[in-house]
């Protein structure tokens, strides 16, 4: 168990835990190599692999600390979602309040999805900032229900803004957060990911890009796990958003018995 029982019970009050120093030096010297080569390739507009297929940043999805961390605060079972990396640099704008929860249209919070932010080079205030409001991760609200509030800070936040090298963030991804602008960084790159996981038992939104069931093939054919990236967890989020957008009045009706 990584976990303690206090540190469990502390993450289903507040939906997040920070996890400092989370990862070995020797791990960080690879994910960011990951990043560097990445960053290149996008930089001259080469085609790159997908992050899954990368020698160290694919095995971050299936890092044993991080499957545990997750099965401990959802249980056994459960589908990987995506992993996301970019380095941040100064100037880089900030990402207004938000919630990450995946579900076409937001109704419930009955499955746990997760994210991890992970931050390789740590958190010192420069540009910028982590922030979630604490106790917001049962509320149901749209995605970008909050893109109003910009980056204000906002009663009872907590701001993380200084974490060592390869530390971790553990989120309920439905928890409110942002990442408040800062200046500064131009002498030190931040180099951030995030993965999500989404607990086993209901069809979950697919990745929001076409190439969602290639992703997960390329995931299985170089990490294993084949239930971690089963295309049967997911539905293809992109044709369900069309179904149900165009929809008027309540959705509800479509389940009630006929009179
Ligand atoms: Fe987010």
Redesign the pocket.
């Known amino acids: 168990m990584i976990l303690t029982d206090e540190q469990r019970a502390t993450f289903h009050d507040q939906g997040f835990l920070v996890f400092p120093s989370y990862f070995t030096d020797d791990e960080l010297v690879g994910y960011k190599a990951d990043m560097d080569s990445v960053q290149a390739q996008r930089e001259a507009k080469e085609p790159s692999p997908y992050l899954c297929q990368l020698p160290h940043l694919g095995k971050l999805i299936v890092h044993p600390k991080t499957l545990s961390l997750v099965e401990e605060v959802m249980g056994p079972g459960f589908a990987f979602h995506h992993l996301h990396a970019s380095r941040q640099g100064a100037g880089t704008p900030g990402?207004n309040w938000?919630q990450?929860y995946e579900q076409e249209p937001q109704t419930n919070r009955s499955h746990s999805m997760v994210?991890v932010f992970y931050y390789f080079n740590g958190l010192n205030g420069e540009v910028g900032d982590l922030v979630v409001l604490p106790r917001t991760q049962k509320t149901v609200i749209a995605n970008g229900a909050l893109s109003h509030l910009g980056q204000q800070v906002l009663p009872g936040e907590i701001v993380v803004d200084n974490l060592p090298p390869g530390s971790a963030v553990l989120v309920y991804s439905a928890l409110w957060?942002a990442r408040r602008a800062k200046p500064g960084g131009e002498d030190r790159v931040r180099y951030f990911a995030d993965a999500s996981y989404c607990q086993a038992g209901v069809k979950w939104p697919s990745y929001h890009n076409a190439q969602w069931r290639d992703i997960l093939a390329a995931a299985r054919e170089n990490l294993g796990h084949e239930s971690l990236f089963a295309e049967e967890h997911f539905f293809d989020v992109r044709e369900a958003k069309a179904a149900w957008k165009e929809r008027q009045g309540s959705l509800a009706l479509d389940i009630l018995p006929t009179v």
Do not use: F, G, Y
């Open positions: 990402s938000h990450d994210h957060h």
